[in-house]
């Protein structure tokens, strides 16, 4: 016996135009929208499904005697939508990735609406769930060590928020970097792709609630995207609709590309530029000395017709292929007065967590990537970790050796002569011989980010404070304060007190068996009295380091950038440690600095101004450790 509805469903994530069809709802409100591909997980995340059945109304109670049987089936009016949410953070291309249930929300009929017009019910039921706050509690963020190039893997990120587990057991058999279990490595915190799978409840003829599915296959019900741990203000950011120029650049899309690239990275920083003509409002320091410097950003396709290849000996369905993406760094000296780049090299680390694709691809005599990638990637930018890397590479136009098919960079880094130097996201076609895509090998994807080199010395009482933070757009920005470091110590204590003691006696004879001497009150902690006790005692000592740092001045649009530290849930310093040496030893492949991220909590920052008429602010920023200071119990 099989349990159907009466009448029809449909369904898709909301706001949408409603279309016939279960199936082509959710199509439609998903792969065909650009905005729709990654969402924020504090928007609202709307899924609705409407009912219709004849003439009934959004006024009108479902009813057991609206129930009938035909054969074997058993028909009946929908009381309840049930929304199973799953998630992973391992889409494969194949449709085959583990997802894992987080909730399962049964739900009533939404409230009877009337039409304004002329105060009718709409024909049918709506049923509908807002689902960001689940999905909100199933994010963090994601680290990537100081000193490293990327994740150990897209999957299990880096240093990952939520659940404390353990980030640094693996295997020692079989994948290099494979987790032993998925207990061992908490998952990648930063975002989630998320399956909901809606099913029916109807009411039988005996008024038995019956659990059913659509007539098609429940895997055709499933609307599958992608939320990242991002935040969008009213007055600043487009939320639902865009188009191929506004909150959509972040998702990095095939059919995002024109001659002037509108991808980005996932930061709001206002350091960009479209070409390498012009240069930004703006270039954070980083000094040659730094280790943590990254960019971000979410990959939905690898696929990209621009960089496809021109040769017609190629099959047409080989000719949209990737064979590799990298970050691409361009130098530019003191003395280059010019827009061409001193020295221009890659940085391939984010590579190794792409999804490759090797079936389907006779005729190309490599592998190259798969279509859909669906997820986050990092990679670290900052001089120190560019100088120290292997990972430099240039460009290998013949495709030869193996995988990812780049060439091992002998030229200049950064040097003491670099002024500033500029980061964009390249694809490599694929081709099936050299050059056989006439030159346009590589394509620039996103925006160029700039950064200059801060060549001053640390003052000689302290040094620089450098900051990392969440971003509003999910990804993980840094800033170095560099003007009036304090650090001082907060303390508490909790006192008691106790009864004194009664009297001092002092003993005048140094033997027992003196004259007046009573030998019962001998002892060590009497002799000479009880006085180190008593009275008022300290129970407990609380403690709190306190720093403040102020940073240079700073124009309007840097200062409304550096303002989503103060609103960050996440802050943290750069600090040399005994613990993060010791980590070091133990481990240099996965904490290869002994510099590590120490968690703070932003307890007030104040705004001051520098200069009117030019703009000019500075921050006063002052901090405490995220860990206490430890103190005796008396």
């Known amino acids: 016996m099989a349990n159907k509805i009466n009448g029809t469903c449909t369904w898709g994530f909301m706001p949408l135009t409603w279309t016939s069809g279960w199936g082509s709802n959710t199509y439609n409100a998903f792969p065909s929208k650009h905005t729709n591909y990654l969402k924020s997980v504090n928007d609202p995340l709307r ?87 689940i999905l909100a509690d199933q994010l963090s963020y994601s680290l990537c060590p100081i000193g490293k190039g990327t994740w150990q893997s897209r999957r299990y990120g880096g240093m990952n928020g939520g659940l404390v587990n353990q980030d640094n057991v693996l295997s020692t058999s079989g994948t290099v970097g494979n987790p032993i279990s998925d207990f061992n490595v908490s998952d990648n915190g930063t975002y989630l792709s998320v399956k909901v799978t809606p099913s029916c409840e109807i009411i039988d003829a005996d008024g038995n609630l019956q659990v059913v599915t659509h007539q098609n296959t429940i895997s055709n019900h499933s609307a599958i995207f992608s939320v990242i741990n991002s935040v969008n203000q009213f007055d600043l950011d487009k939320v639902y609709y865009g188009s191929a120029y506004d909150d959509s650049m972040y998702a990095i899309d095939a059919t995002r590309l024109s001659t002037v690239a509108q991808n980005d990275f996932l930061t709001k920083c206002p350091n960009f530029t479209f070409d390498l003509q012009t240069r930004p409002e703006i270039m954070p320091l980083v000094r040659t000395t730094d280790e943590a410097l990254f960019v971000q950003w979410y990959a939905r396709r690898a696929v990209e017709r621009v960089i496809n290849t ?81 990972a430099v590479k240039s460009e290998n136009t013949s495709r030869s050796g193996s995988f990812p098919y780049w060439s091992t960079y002998s030229g200049n880094k950064i040097t003491d002569n670099t002024n500033f130097y500029c980061v964009s996201f390249v694809k490599q076609a694929a081709s099936a011989s050299a050059n056989a895509d006439g030159g346009r090998s590589l394509s620039v994807v996103t925006r160029r980010r700039w950064f200059q080199i801060d060549r001053q010395s640390d003052k000689f009482a302290f040094g620089f404070v450098r900051f990392h933070w969440l971003n509003c757009k999910g990804g993980t920005d840094s800033y170095t304060a560099r003007r009036d470091v304090v650090e001082g110590l907060s303390v508490s204590r909790d006192i008691v007190e106790r009864k004194s003691s009664d009297k001092t006696w002092i003993q005048n004879r140094a033997t027992a068996g003196g004259a007046n001497l009573d030998t019962s009150f001998v002892s060590d902690t009497m002799r000479g009295g009880n006085i180190y006790k008593g009275g008022r005692e300290v129970k407990s000592v609380f403690a709190d380091k306190t720093n403040s740092v102020y940073t240079e001045p700073l124009i309007k649009a840097e200062a409304k950038w550096l303002q989503e530290m103060l609103l960050s849930p996440n802050v943290w310093v750069e600090m040399e440690t005994g613990a993060s040496k010791f980590n070091n030893n133990i481990n240099p492949y996965l904490r290869p600095s002994t510099k590590e991220y120490i968690p703070v909590l932003i307890t007030n920052s104040e705004v001051e101004t520098v200069n009117e008429e030019q703009g000019l602010v500075t921050f006063n920023i002052e901090y405490t450790l995220a860990h206490k200071v430890k103190t005796q119990r008396n």
């Open 47 to 133: 899924f609705q499904v409407q009912w219709h059945f004849g003439n009934v109304d959004e006024g009108t109670e479902p009813s057991a005697a609206n129930s009938t049987s035909s054969g074997s089936d058993v028909f009946g009016d929908v009381v309840n939508i049930i929304f199973d949410v799953e998630v992973t953070v391992d889409p494969t291309t194949s449709g085959g990735a583990t997802y894992k249930r987080i909730a399962s929300i049964k739900k009533s009929r939404d409230i009877a609406n009337r039409r304004y017009q002329d105060d009718s019910q709409p024909l049918g039921h709506r049923f509908t769930i807002d689902i960001s706050s």
């Open 310 to 390: 021109s040769s017609t000996s190629v099959s047409t369905a080989l000719q949209h292929t990737c064979a590799g993406f990298a970050i691409r760094v361009d130098t530019f000296d003191y003395s280059n007065n010019t827009n061409t780049p001193t020295d221009t090299f890659y940085l391939i680390d984010c590579n190794s967590l792409a999804d490759t694709d090797t079936s389907g691809n006779s005729g190309y005599a490599h592998e190259v990537l798969a279509e859909y990638q669906m997820g986050n990637f990092i990679q670290n930018i900052s001089p120190k970790f560019i100088n120290d890397t292997a």
